[in-house]
């Protein structure tokens, strides 16, 4: 059992271990003084390290600072100066420190990591990456190191060098999940996508408890277009969230419905977050948008109504309401708000082209005509307009409506 300070300080100095070979008196005895301080200052440093993990700085400093007057040879000591120096801001201090640090004790990786902090903070990837390469030399069983080494790869503009790090960790870390999560990633930036799944569910399997790794697996899924697998797992992590919590899972589980053509379900979705009183502009737009796909024109009209009162300049609300009027068949309506989408975007030739069906519809040719000049006035590259230009100019083919998007 550890001995405290007090119990240490309380031993006579002629009780404490000097070896068995016999040594003159005054050697000895310095050597018991300086065991004697070697303890004391690991004990203050051990204190100091309590305060630095309670947040209390001041109170490490001032023990550090003692603590240098019995030992300022500890390796152990600059370090943790170099961690309040750090924590504080301090960089130019801290790597002070943690060089002195490395110098007393070349074994320790912790001062060349820490120096890696600060680098990295310094916007310096390439000499990050070599402190970390130092630290993970010192200690190859610390997963840490790999991780900071890959993402100083990564920011140093070499992401395939740091899927082959880390590929090449994956079988000695085999049972690290942040390892197979930070590969997951990287597949994903690589447009991996099904490499990515199968490194999130590795992370998912390993970790189950961490919930992280199981939103990044679906989110991986819906990437991949394995969207059963999406919505499923969404459902999961779901099940026993309150109404209010993890929007941010509820809209990507309404997207997932969506795209496997579950409308309704998405619908629902949605509308419990607007009935929560969480709902955002995009959330009404959703809404409205699911609601047109299910010719559900009530629906898409309160949600349209509801975008247009949040932001007056979102040309998707009057769309929206102008889509629901055209599936009514109410066409002045449909007319006043394509206008306004037509105001409130510019450059978006859609509202003018549905605008241009309606007229032409109606038997305004003329007007239609103008409508889908202007339509491609907007984006000549846009060939929808230049379609319903010929298709008037030819009246026995039969005009049909152009996508609303």
Not at 88 to 99: M, N, V
Not at 212 to 221: I, N
Not at 267 to 282: C, I, M, N, T
Not at 340 to 349: F, L, V, W
Request: charged fraction near 25%; glycine fraction near 4%; proline fraction near 5%.
């Amino acid at each position: 059992m550890r001995k405290t300070l007090a119990a240490v300080l309380a031993t006579p100095l002629f009780l404490l271990p000097v070896g068995c070979n016999w040594q003159p008196y005054g050697e000895q005895k310095q050597e018991v003084s300086q065991g004697y301080f070697r303890v004391r200052s690991a004990l203050m440093i051990e204190l100091a390290q309590g305060h630095f993990n309670s947040g209390q700085l001041d109170e490490a400093e001032r023990v550090v600072s003692d603590a240098a007057e019995i030992d300022p040879l500890s390796p152990g000591l600059h370090l943790l100066a170099g961690r309040i120096a750090l924590e504080r801001g301090q960089l130019e201090r801290s790597t002070h420190y943690f060089d002195i640090a490395a110098e007393l004790d070349d074994t320790d990786p912790e001062p060349h990591y820490y120096k890696g902090v600060v680098l990295q903070r310094w916007k310096k990837p390439h000499d990050a990456l070599l402190a970390y390469t130092a630290a993970h030399d010192r200690r190859k069983d610390d997963p840490s190191y790999v991780l900071a080494m890959s993402e100083m790869l990564v920011a140093d503009s070499s992401p395939d060098d740091a899927i082959a790090l880390l590929e090449s960790k994956a079988d000695y870390f085999d049972q690290n999940a942040g390892l197979r999560a930070a590969l997951g990633h990287l597949y994903t930036m690589q447009q991996r996508p099904s490499d990515a799944v199968h490194a999130f569910e590795e992370a998912a399997l390993l970790d189950p408890d961490n919930p992280a790794h199981t939103e990044e697996l679906a989110q991986a899924y819906a990437v991949n277009g394995q969207d059963h697998d999406a919505a499923d797992t969404l459902e999961l992590l779901l099940e026993d969230a309150p109404e209010t919590a993890r929007v941010d899972l509820r809209r990507a589980l309404a997207a997932a419905y969506a795209r496997l053509g579950r409308i309704d379900a998405a619908k629902q979705v949605v509308l419990r977050l607007a009935r929560a009183g969480v709902a955002e502009s995009s959330d009404w737009i959703q809404l409205g948008r699911l609601a047109l796909k299910s010719k559900d024109a009530d629906n898409a009209l309160f949600a349209a109504n509801r975008v247009i009162r949040l932001d007056p300049e979102q040309p998707d609300g009057y769309m929206i309401a102008g889509l629901a009027w055209k599936q009514r068949s109410v066409d002045h309506n449909a007319l006043e708000m394509f206008d306004r989408a037509a105001q409130t975007d510019p450059h978006n030739p859609t509202p003018l082209v549905l605008r241009g069906i309606i007229l032409q519809k109606a038997g305004k040719i003329a007007a239609a005509r103008d409508a889908y000049h202007k339509a491609a006035a907007r984006n000549p590259q846009d060939t929808r307009a230049q379609r319903l230009l010929a298709a008037i100019d030819a009246p026995s083919r039969r005009v049909a409506d152009a996508p609303a998007d």
